[in-house]
């Protein structure tokens, strides 16, 4: 008897006790990376599914898009996807780097100086936008997110667009004529960011329709939290972090946090971890508002935080800083070759960063100890992505690698 002949009889075997199916074989099989956001999910912990890490350091492969990149990939279906500073999205294939399609450069419309003022009366912006310039529409601080259809992504002067995942099309589009430095998040159908016209919004990812609005009282560079029970926690540049209903933006909370922030926020152990001004890093308890414990940052408060284990993991200037999440003391530091405002990626083991001097880093999450360096010949904004064992990663210069 053949080999594939018993290898068939024992599967029907074991398909017949109700163990597993063919069909679940070939979803085991087949199954890929996702990292659908900035930080990888709602909750920004920059944790990584993929069941293997790249050890060797190695380029496997590299592609240049036109313009800069500064914002992270996003990875799902073994497509990745990146956007740059002209305005354009691309979607490459995973294993080969290949181009499967690229977007229209973005142009919107910048409204006249009074539009904020306007907006903030929730007056009509129409009649200032149709004769507003119409200017180049770049990818440069907000990240962009993707759900099972669309990828959405936000230019830094407001144009939002929602592009089929499929070919790149445009599914809809939407013109804020406001700066847009927070990431976008999308949940149970629902697109959210935050603006600098200080307000938070929430739009139905289907079609882009307003589906509720929050104002704060200063702008909203940071990228809110969304739980799992649908509770979004947004601190803001008004020295405020608020609670909100996904559903309906209801404010259910708020908490007189004092310090500003622009950074994105991750949520573990019922605390938020994330630097703010007053030069903190800080361990905030998620009911109470109440700072847990907090370490000195004298770093630009723009950095995520990575969670693994027990630990959180941040970079302020030169140093990886990694705490315990519970008491707050530091358990290790590791100084890098240059200052980074990279956020980690972390794996199973390793964990990736870059820097500013275009280093790419792997390390040992439990002890700090740099296991292998990758030179990306240009430095890095964009922060690594490890997905089925690749860790792709932008440079300055509109350079995209996958490193195994």
């Not at 998620?286 to 414990?293: I, K, L, M």
């Amino acid at each position: 008897m053949s080999f594939n002949r018993v290898h068939l009889m024992v599967i029907a075997v074991v398909c017949a006790a109700g163990m597993v199916t063919p069909h679940s074989l070939a979803q085991e099989s087949t199954k890929t990376s996702r990292w659908a956001s900035h930080r990888g999910n709602p909750l920004h912990r920059g944790l990584s599914d993929s069941t293997t890490e790249a050890t060797k350091g190695k380029i496997k492969w590299k592609t240049r898009v036109g313009h800069r990149v500064n914002v992270s990939p996003l990875i799902a279906d073994g497509v990745v996807y990146v956007a740059d500073a002209g305005g354009i999205v691309y979607a490459l294939n995973g294993k080969t780097g290949e181009r499967q399609w690229s977007s229209k450069a973005r142009v919107g419309k910048r409204a006249a100086s009074d539009a904020l003022a306007a907006r903030n009366a929730n007056e009509n912006l129409a009649p200032m936008l149709e004769t507003a310039e119409v200017v180049p529409q770049p990818y440069s601080f907000s990240n962009p997110c993707l759900d099972d259809n669309n990828i959405y992504a936000a230019t830094e002067t407001g144009l939002v667009t929602a592009f089929s995942r499929r070919d790149g099309s445009v599914v809809w589009e939407k013109d804020f004529a406001t700066d847009i430095y927070c990431s976008l998040q999308v949940q149970d159908g629902k697109l959210l960011f935050g603006a600098n016209d200080n307000i938070l919004r929430c739009l139905d990812a289907a079609t882009g329709d307003l589906v509720w609005k929050f104002s704060a009282a200063d702008w909203i560079g940071a990228t809110p939290i969304i739980t799992r029970k649908g509770t979004v926690i947004a601190p803001t540049h008004d020295k405020f972090i608020y609670k909100l209903d996904l559903q309906d933006g209801e404010l259910l909370e708020k908490f007189d946090f004092g310090y500003r922030t622009t950074s994105t926020a991750a949520m573990a152990f019922g605390s938020m971890y994330f630097c703010s001004t007053g030069r903190r890093f800080n361990c905030i308890d998620v009911r109470s508002g109440e700072t847990r414990w907090h370490h000195s940052s004298t770093a630009q408060h723009l950095q995520g935080v990575g969670v693994w284990k027990q630990q959180v993991m941040v970079v302020i200037s030169k140093f990886l800083l990694c705490y315990d999440a519970i008491g707050g003391k530091e358990k290790w530091r590791t100084i890098l070759k240059g200052p980074s405002l990279s956020s980690p990626c972390i794996g199973k083991s390793l964990g990736y960063i870059t820097d500013k001097n275009g280093t790419l880093y792997a390390f040992d999450l439990a002890t700090g100890d740099i296991k292998w360096e990758g030179i990306l010949g240009k430095p890095s904004l964009s922060c690594p992505v490890l997905a089925d064992g690749l860790v792709y990663v932008a440079e300055g210069t509109g350079l995209v690698m996958a490193w195994e």
